[in-house]
């Protein structure tokens, strides 16, 4: 049966508002099983910081430690007052009580320590299922509110070596975070340089934060091989972020020895000579109840560890080094130095030239000959050990001049070269 002429513009009519409302309803039909996306990367504005810190388990339980607010106080009292002493500006928490949030920033801040904060409530929507975007933002609202007040909050980690499985919704935290407190970033501390890349390319990061932990039991005493080549795929996911490096000084029973002191050494200072901008030394405490009984810096009473006096050693000098590392931009090599030296190449705003060196010998001193090029503009007349902080002169004659650097066994440093009616 057909229909009639007088029909058929009503009919199109009707055939036109059902398409329309069929076409409004396919977004919500599409989201109902969507994961979340993260929103346009907000612009990141965080102050620049050079950490030199530690990681430090905040779960009492796991360090055989009372709940109790007030006892856990007089924990958090001690073992900061120890960090400060020892030179460390900055700590790392994870797995901290809902309880005892605002405690240990209010503690931290009594002795000077800038805080990276795990948040619970944000670490628990890092799942492979992802939550709808409205919780995440929800959740990031609540803890912006409650903590980015803070003047010793550093930045917010959210959830400890997310795998790539994990990363939408590491990725939708973030974004979240950002949207409500762009002052303090959030980051995760990656252990897989395909997470930390899809986090990069994302836009969601102020700096790269990963963890080496080279040294098995059955590593040679310095054999680095491992631990350059990681470092290599980490610095290559970074793609020139600023980069903070978590490094071993630990040991799990089967699984990772301690670093020999001379071992952390070199470590620290060849990641220095890749440009690394931040250290932080795994872990401060022994955790006698956690599942991995992890031996840290100190025993469980407190009790210094043997590479304890080196992470004391290297804090103090990364102190030294402070306004050096945290302005110098990598550049090509621009000096003549030996085998058996790494070395990293440097330019300072203000135009010096600097070079990172560390001594490849772990058992010898040696000294080290440095020799500029001859087209380095404007010819260098002052050198300074940056680890010293002792100025000498420079003196150029038919050839560009050299230098002699005595550094200890798997010793490093900064030797930075100016001209001084350049730069004042």
Request: aromatic residues 10%.
């Amino acid at each position: 049966m057909c229909c009639s002429t007088e029909q058929r513009p009503a009919i199109r009519k009707t055939i036109a508002l059902l398409t329309l409302a069929l076409f409004a309803a396919l977004p919500a039909i599409s989201q109902e099983n969507a994961q979340p996306q993260p929103e346009a990367a907000v612009k990141l504005n965080p102050a620049p910081f050079l950490p030199i810190g530690c990681w430090f388990e905040g779960k009492p339980a796991w360090l055989g430690v009372s709940e109790d607010p007030i006892v856990f106080r007089q924990y958090l009292d001690r073992a900061f007052t120890d960090l400060a002493r020892i030179g460390l500006n900055s700590v790392t928490i994870p797995n901290v009580l809902p309880q005892h949030e605002a405690l240990i920033l209010e503690v931290a801040a009594a002795h000077g320590l800038q805080v990276v904060f795990e948040a619970n409530s944000a670490k628990e929507l890092i799942t492979e299922t992802p939550a709808a975007p409205e919780v995440f933002d929800q959740v990031a609202r609540q803890i912006s509110e409650k903590h980015g007040f803070s003047r010793v909050l550093l930045r917010y980690q959210i959830r400890d070596e997310p795998s790539p499985a994990l990363m939408p919704a590491w990725l939708a935290m973030q974004s979240a975070l950002a949207k409500y407190d762009p002052q303090h970033p959030s980051f995760s501390c990656f252990n897989n340089p395909e997470s930390l890349k899809a986090a990069r390319e994302a836009g969601a990061l102020s700096e790269a934060v990963f963890d080496i932990y080279p040294l098995k039991p059955d590593t040679a005493f310095g054999d680095f091989g491992a631990y350059r080549e990681r470092l290599d795929q980490f610095l290559e996911a970074a793609d020139g972020l600023p980069s903070w490096i978590v490094l071993q000084a630990f040991s799990k029973e089967n699984a990772w020895r301690y670093p020999q002191s001379v071992e952390l050494r070199y470590m620290t200072y060849y990641a220095l000579t890749k440009g690394v901008k931040g250290f932080f030394f795994f872990i401060y405490q022994t955790l006698p109840q956690h599942p991995e009984n992890l031996q840290g810096m100190v025993d469980a009473e407190m009790v210094p560890r043997p590479i304890y006096a080196e992470v004391q050693r290297l804090s103090r000098r990364l102190n030294i080094m402070y306004d050096t590392v945290l302005n110098m931009q990598r550049t090509g090599p621009f000096a003549i130095v030996e085998k058996g030296v790494d070395a990293g190449y440097f330019r300072t705003p203000d135009g010096a030239w600097c070079i990172a060196l560390v001594n490849q010998d772990l058992e010898h001193s040696r000294y080290i000959p440095v020799r500029l090029a001859d087209w380095v503009r404007p010819k260098p007349n002052r050198m300074c050990d940056a680890a010293l902080g002792n100025t000498t002169t420079f003196r150029w004659g038919v050839g560009p001049p050299s230098t002699r650097i005595l550094l200890g066994p798997g010793e490093g440093t900064i030797i930075r070269f100016w001209n001084e009616d350049e730069i004042r």
